[in-house]
Structures are given as structure tokens and as C-alpha cells.
């Protein structure tokens, strides 16, 4: 009878909870032990800044799993406050220290590890102040509640304006403090474009909410926050969310192969540089789905699926991880933006002619109560028109937007199958056009070439003739592009004779829908070189076109 194969799992949470259960799946011999240095083996943490806001009302809530229910459910024998402390090759064993500071030795056939990822903390005067904090974990979020119940500050500073950086600024405002938004990069959430990174700063800023982008913190006193260019910010309550350094520390001093990116190398089937031992997770470099680059995307989707994939393979199965594209979705009080793919800065990194379209469209049927503005930005092939990333911001239906554009980036569709993608409709949900419907429509005549167009994001013009088609009223609440002539779309065929043949026309309306209708009327009226500027004027105001104008849709 053959031993029970012994698998040994470090960290718990997302990846290595998803590889303890599907290994058990895969073999009900093995004998599977999960150590954890915390005291919660599986928790929620994408969920903490949302108890911290008080819209999770329960703290047990997040407790995904406890050992107790980790044997009753899956005999998987699961140790907290156990911490590894070195991990022997040779011998393959783990040291680990107990509860109770002894030590002992582990043997395993197949290790898998599953450390995640610490805050990065700056080494900056001020930064161990007891009112500055970093969120990992559930123990943080108690020091952080804990704080706000009993200190009640009413101004708090976010450094940093990732991911959790926003949730976290959300979530201090949803308890009524002031909050500010700092960040190194000229815009929130550097993952954007810049035009969509800047609008999004503008749908969230309030009285009470602002951002302070282009920002290098010099030190944290006892009244708030300094800078290098001044001036000071007042602070009641710091929240640094600067990045995550892969915890590899056991890995390097066993000898394994450190990536370029800082997590542990693994292939396919997660292994490590030694076929016994898996990475997942925050800690572990895989590649990017689209470009194959090596990539460490520390979040809890591919998290879960590498710890299924290294539970499989670790139990004797055979699984291989695709790689990840980073899809992801943030809500920045009533705005929300989902990302998928590429940026226009990775697809360039990563060797692509592509263009951009960017698309102003509404959340269902217009006539139907309660409709909200979508935006949404893709990146595709110069040439194919396969999509290589999108962007997607607005009130509401950003998600599925977002999971649309991802399943079709996922399968290598073009903008041209967006055109004709059956999508659900009925007024509540959407429209008989859904937005990515439309999205595929104007990139697809740009990849066309139906009609000539200008990139807002890369042109600067040069003795072109600017023909603003907006009705005169928009012109004089928005503003318009220097040296516009305005000529609305309803009057440009009478007045076409006011318009120069030898000189290249670029139209522009509000949005772009009636500056590329604009445009195909000239081109069949014989103007021969006409082109249509992407987006519009709010797309060329947000790319530093213009000046003035606030939003409109």
C-alpha cells in the first residue's frame, strides 16, 4: 500500500487555503498540513476596508475558514500562529515554530508556498508614529478601528492612490472624515491611462475628498504631512498604501529562484526552480497572459486559481496556469473603474502598434430612470484590431462592461467582434447598443479607416483648420480648442462654402459621434483632407488640449 503522499502548505488566505482543498480533491490520502504565522488561516482581506467602513457590519464575516472547519470539511489540518522558519532542500523538511516557541521539524513530499506580500514602508522620519498605518491583515484593521473609535480624527492622508489606497480613502470618508489623496504619479490609480486616470480624479473629488498628484511625502509630524515642494498637509490619521514586497525570504535562503519582478520563478504548473516545491500568490512570478512577459499580479483572483493549479499538480494532477491579465475593479465612491489587459504604457513597453478609442455611452436605455454615464477607453492592434486592454468608468455597469471586455480580450477578439457581440437588452439593464457595442463601433471605423482621426493623447496640430460642431450654447458653457471655428453639425451643409477646400479640416464635437458625422458629410461633399479628432472635446480637454470646461455627458 502506498504512503500517503505529505503535503505541507505555508500561508493560508487566498492562495494556499485554494490549494489545501483542491489537493484534497485530487487525492483523499494525503495528508495535508496548512501553517500559518497569523491567527486567522483564511481570511477576506479584499473585504477589510470594507468593515472599516462600516459596511460590513459583521468582523466574523471575513473568517473564510477556521481550522476547526478546515478538518471537519476537508480533514486538512490547518495551524495557526505557526511560523516557518527555513525550509531544508535536501532533507525536505520545514523548521516550524509553534504557538508555543518550540520548534520542530516538518517532512514534506511536495511544499507549497503561499506568503503573500508585506506593505512597503518607507523609510521616512515620522513613519513609526502611532497614528500611521499599513492594512494587511485582520489584526491591522483592528489597530486601524480601533483608532478611529477612540481617537475620532477628522482629517486623515492616504499615501498612495493604488488599489487599496482608494478603497481605504473611500472608506475613511464613508465614516465622515476628511480625507486626501496623495500620490507620487500625476494621477489616481497609475494602472490608468492618464485621460482616464484624470477623470476619474475629477468624478471623485468633493469638498471633503481631494487628491494631490506629482507628490513626494519628506516626513510625518505631529500635525500631519510634509512634502518636498510644500505645502504641509494636516493629519489626524496616515494610511500608507505605497506597493507590497513579495515575502520570498524563506525561498531565496533555501536557494530558489528569485524572478525578475521579486516573487519566486515558477512555470506553468506553479513550480518552483525545484520541482517539489509550488508558489502562489502575491509571492510567486508567473507571465502575463497577453504579452508573456514574467509578471507578479498580486491580486485574489489569480491567487486562488495559481492555488488551485499548485494544489492539482502537488497531489498529483496535471493543471497549467495560464498566466493573468490583471483584470481588476475599484469603486472611488460613486465612481467605479474596471481595468482589463493592457494600458497604453504597457502596450507600448510591450512592443505593440496599437490606437486608442475612447467611447461615452450610458448605463442602460437613456429614457429608462436612473441611467448613468459609462466611459470606456480600449486599446487595440494597429492593423488586426485584436483588443489588447480596456477601461471602463462610470456610476453603474462598469462590471460587466469590464468582465465583457476581459472575456473578449481573453479570447483574442478584435473590435470588430465587439460590433456584433449579442449582448443582453432591456431598458433597466442596458441598451439596444450596449456600451461595448459602441466601443467596438468607433474603434472599428478607426482600424477601418472609414474616416481619417487624430489621437487626442498624441497630437498637438499643426495650420489644421479646427471645426467645432457643437451647438453654439455648448461651446459657450465648455469652452472650445484654441482657434475653433464653430459651424453646428444641423448648419454645416448650408454653410459649407464658408469652409476652405486646400486646407485639412479636424472636426471635434462634445463626445465625437457628431464630429465623425461631420466628417463624412465634408468627405462626400469633396473635401479631400478631413479628419475627426477621437472623443471629443472632453477627450482633448483631458489630454491637456484645452483649457477650462468642466465634465458633461
Not at 30 to 55: D, K, W
Given at each position: 500500500?502506498?504512503?500517503?503522499?505529505?503535503?505541507?502548505?505555508?500561508?493560508?488566505?487566498?492562495?494556499?487555503?485554494?490549494?489545501?482543498?483542491?489537493?484534497?480533491?485530487?487525492?483523499?490520502?494525503?495528508?495535508?498540513?496548512?501553517?500559518?504565522?497569523?491567527?486567522?488561516?483564511?481570511?477576506?482581506?479584499?473585504?477589510?476596508?470594507?468593515?472599516?467602513?462600516?459596511?460590513?457590519?459583521?468582523?466574523?464575516?471575513?473568517?473564510?475558514?477556521?481550522?476547526?472547519?478546515?478538518?471537519?470539511?476537508?480533514?486538512?489540518?490547518?495551524?495557526?500562529?505557526?511560523?516557518?522558519?527555513?525550509?531544508?532542500?535536501?532533507?525536505?523538511?520545514?523548521?516550524?515554530?509553534?504557538?508555543?516557541?518550540?520548534?520542530?521539524?516538518?517532512?514534506?513530499?511536495?511544499?507549497?508556498?503561499?506568503?503573500?506580500?508585506?506593505?512597503?514602508?518607507?523609510?521616512?522620519?515620522?513613519?513609526?508614529?502611532?497614528?500611521?498605518?499599513?492594512?494587511?491583515?485582520?489584526?491591522?484593521?483592528?489597530?486601524?478601528?480601533?483608532?478611529?473609535?477612540?481617537?475620532k480624527p477628522r482629517c486623515a492622508v492616504v499615501i498612495?492612490?493604488?488599489?487599496?489606497?482608494?478603497?481605504?480613502?473611500?472608506?475613511?470618508?464613508?465614516?465622515?472624515?476628511?480625507?486626501?489623496?496623495?500620490?507620487?504619479?500625476?494621477?489616481?490609480?497609475?494602472?490608468?491611462?492618464?485621460?482616464?486616470?484624470?477623470?476619474?480624479?475629477?468624478?471623485?473629488?468633493?469638498?471633503?475628498?481631494?487628491?494631490?498628484?506629482?507628490?513626494?511625502?519628506?516626513?510625518?509630524?505631529?500635525?500631519?504631512?510634509?512634502?518636498?515642494?510644500?505645502?504641509?498637509?494636516?493629519?489626524?490619521?496616515?494610511?500608507?498604501?505605497?506597493?507590497?514586497?513579495?515575502?520570498?525570504?524563506?525561498?531565496?535562503?533555501?536557494?530558489?529562484?528569485?524572478?525578475?519582478?521579486?516573487?519566486?520563478?515558477?512555470?506553468?504548473?506553479?513550480?518552483?526552480?525545484?520541482?517539489?516545491?509550488?508558489?502562489?500568490?502575491?509571492?510567486?512570478?508567473?507571465?502575463?497572459?497577453?504579452?508573456?512577459?514574467?509578471?507578479?499580479?498580486?491580486?485574489?483572483?489569480?491567487?486562488?486559481?495559481?492555488?488551485?493549479?499548485?494544489?492539482?499538480?502537488?497531489?498529483g494532477g496535471k493543471l497549467i496556469y495560464p498566466g493573468?491579465?490583471?483584470?481588476?475593479?475599484?469603486?472611488?465612491?460613486?465612481?467605479?473603474?474596471?481595468?482589463?489587459?493592457l494600458n497604453s504604457r504597457q502596450a507600448a513597453a510591450?512592443?505593440?502598434?496599437?490606437?486608442?478609442?475612447?467611447?461615452?455611452?450610458?448605463?442602460?436605455?437613456?429614457?429608462?430612470?436612473?441611467?448613468?454615464?459609462?466611459?470606456?477607453?480600449?486599446?487595440?492592434?494597429?492593423?488586426?484590431?485584436?483588443?489588447?486592454?480596456?477601461?471602463?468608468?462610470?456610476?453603474?455597469?462598469?462590471?460587466?462592461?469590464?468582465?465583457?471586455?476581459?472575456?473578449?480580450?481573453?479570447?483574442?477578439?478584435?473590435?470588430?467582434?465587439?460590433?456584433?457581440?449579442?449582448?443582453?437588452?432591456?431598458?433597466?439593464?442596458?441598451?439596444?447598443?450596449?456600451?461595448?457595442?459602441?466601443?467596438?463601433?468607433?474603434?472599428?471605423?478607426?482600424?477601418?479607416?472609414?474616416?481619417?482621426?487624430?489621437?487626442?493623447?498624441?497630437?498637438?496640430?499643426?495650420?489644421?483648420?479646427?471645426?467645432?460642431?457643437?451647438?453654439?450654447?455648448?461651446?459657450?458653457?465648455?469652452?472650445?480648442?484654441?482657434?475653433?471655428?464653430?459651424?453646428?453639425?444641423?448648419?454645416?451643409?448650408?454653410?459649407?462654402?464658408?469652409?476652405?477646400?486646400?486646407?485639412?479640416?479636424?472636426?471635434?464635437?462634445?463626445?465625437?459621434?457628431?464630429?465623425?458625422?461631420?466628417?463624412?458629410?465634408?468627405?462626400?461633399?469633396?473635401?479631400?483632407?478631413?479628419?475627426?479628432?477621437?472623443?471629443?472635446?472632453?477627450?482633448?480637454?483631458?489630454?491637456?488640449?484645452?483649457?477650462?470646461?468642466?465634465?458633461?455627458?
Amino acid at each position: 500500500m502506498r504512503k500517503p503522499r505529505r503535503i505541507l502548505i505555508v500561508g493560508g488566505v487566498a492562495g494556499g487555503a485554494s490549494a489545501a482543498v483542491r489537493a484534497r480533491r485530487v487525492d483523499e490520502t494525503a495528508e495535508i498540513h496548512v501553517f500559518e504565522r497569523g491567527p486567522y488561516i483564511s481570511f477576506a482581506n479584499c473585504g477589510l476596508p470594507y468593515f472599516i467602513a462600516g459596511e460590513i457590519r459583521e468582523r466574523g464575516d471575513l473568517v473564510v475558514m477556521t481550522p476547526e472547519r478546515f478538518w471537519s470539511r476537508s480533514r486538512i489540518h490547518a495551524h495557526v500562529r505557526h511560523e516557518v522558519l527555513s525550509i531544508d532542500r535536501v532533507a525536505k523538511t520545514l523548521r516550524v515554530r509553534g504557538a508555543g516557541g518550540v520548534e520542530r521539524d516538518e517532512a514534506y513530499d511536495r511544499l507549497i508556498l503561499s506568503q503573500g506580500a508585506t506593505p512597503v514602508v518607507p523609510a521616512i522620519p515620522g513613519v513609526d508614529r502611532p497614528n500611521v498605518f499599513t492594512l494587511r491583515d485582520i489584526p491591522d484593521m483592528d489597530r486601524i478601528v480601533r483608532f478611529l473609535d477612540e481617537e475620532k480624527p477628522r482629517c486623515a492622508v492616504v499615501i498612495g492612490g493604488g488599489f487599496i489606497g482608494l478603497e481605504m480613502a473611500e472608506a475613511f470618508h464613508h465614516r465622515g472624515i476628511h480625507v486626501t489623496v496623495v500620490e507620487r504619479n500625476p494621477h489616481m490609480l497609475p494602472l490608468l491611462d492618464g485621460d482616464m486616470g484624470l477623470l476619474l480624479e475629477e468624478r471623485s473629488r468633493r469638498a471633503d475628498f481631494s487628491f494631490r498628484g506629482n507628490a513626494t511625502v519628506t516626513a510625518f509630524t505631529e500635525a500631519g504631512v510634509d512634502f518636498a515642494d510644500g505645502p504641509h498637509l494636516a493629519a489626524d490619521l496616515v494610511l500608507l498604501s505605497v506597493g507590497a514586497k513579495a515575502e520570498v525570504g524563506l525561498a531565496r535562503e533555501a536557494g530558489l529562484e528569485i524572478g525578475v519582478t521579486g516573487g519566486v520563478k515558477t512555470n506553468g504548473r506553479m513550480e518552483s526552480s525545484d520541482p517539489h516545491i509550488y508558489a502562489v500568490g502575491d509571492a510567486a512570478e508567473t507571465i502575463h497572459a497577453l504579452t508573456g512577459a514574467r509578471a507578479r499580479i498580486a491580486l485574489a483572483g489569480p491567487a486562488n486559481r495559481q492555488g488551485r493549479v499548485a494544489g492539482t499538480n502537488a497531489a498529483g494532477g496535471k493543471l497549467i496556469y495560464p498566466g493573468a491579465m490583471g483584470t481588476s475593479i475599484v469603486r472611488v465612491l460613486d465612481t467605479t473603474v474596471g481595468f482589463a489587459g493592457l494600458n497604453s504604457r504597457q502596450a507600448a513597453a510591450a512592443g505593440f502598434s496599437f490606437f486608442t478609442s475612447m467611447t461615452r455611452d450610458f448605463s442602460h436605455a437613456h429614457y429608462y430612470p436612473g441611467a448613468t454615464p459609462v466611459v470606456t477607453k480600449v486599446i487595440a492592434e494597429e492593423g488586426t484590431g485584436r483588443l489588447l486592454g480596456a477601461q471602463v468608468l462610470g456610476e453603474g455597469g462598469v462590471d460587466k462592461r469590464t468582465d465583457v471586455l476581459a472575456t473578449a480580450i481573453a479570447g483574442k477578439m478584435s473590435v470588430f467582434d465587439l460590433e456584433t457581440l449579442d449582448l443582453a437588452y432591456s431598458p433597466p439593464f442596458g441598451s439596444a447598443n450596449d456600451p461595448v457595442n459602441t466601443a467596438g463601433f468607433v474603434a472599428g471605423h478607426i482600424a477601418r479607416g472609414d474616416v481619417a482621426s487624430v489621437a487626442p493623447e498624441t497630437w498637438r496640430g499643426g495650420g489644421e483648420l479646427l471645426l467645432d460642431v457643437r451647438e453654439s450654447e455648448e461651446v459657450r458653457e465648455y469652452g472650445s480648442l484654441p482657434g475653433a471655428v464653430n459651424i453646428p453639425l444641423g448648419e454645416l451643409r448650408a454653410r459649407v462654402g464658408e469652409l476652405p477646400h486646400g486646407r485639412r479640416l479636424v472636426t471635434f464635437c462634445q463626445k465625437g459621434q457628431r464630429g465623425y458625422l461631420a466628417a463624412c458629410a465634408l468627405h462626400g461633399l469633396g473635401f479631400e483632407d478631413v479628419a475627426n479628432l477621437r472623443g471629443g472635446f472632453l477627450q482633448a480637454r483631458l489630454n491637456g488640449l484645452c483649457s477650462g470646461g468642466v465634465e458633461a455627458v
